[in-house]
């Protein structure tokens, strides 16, 4: 993915939590891949998402989404 600083992971996932509760849930997580035009399918969306989640929290955190954003 590209490299972007801080601020602008944090402009992105501020956009991308579109009820602005400081989490990405499913459905926000879905519209973002669909906006990246990832072409994933439900089931696949599920397996990315539960792996991004990894404190199981049902959503995903900022730290979570840095993490996710930067791995290789």
Request: hydrophobic residues 40%; negative net charge.
């Amino acid at each position: 993915m590209a490299d972007l600083s801080r601020a602008e992971l944090r402009e992105s996932f501020d956009y991308n939590d579109s009820n602005h509760d400081g989490r990405i849930d499913f459905a926000e997580f879905v519209a973002l891949l669909d906006a990246l035009e990832a072409g994933m399918s439900e089931e696949e969306c599920r397996i990315g998402f539960s792996s991004i989640d990894s404190d199981e929290s049902g959503s995903i955190g900022f730290e979570e989404f840095v993490t996710w954003w930067i791995a290789d």
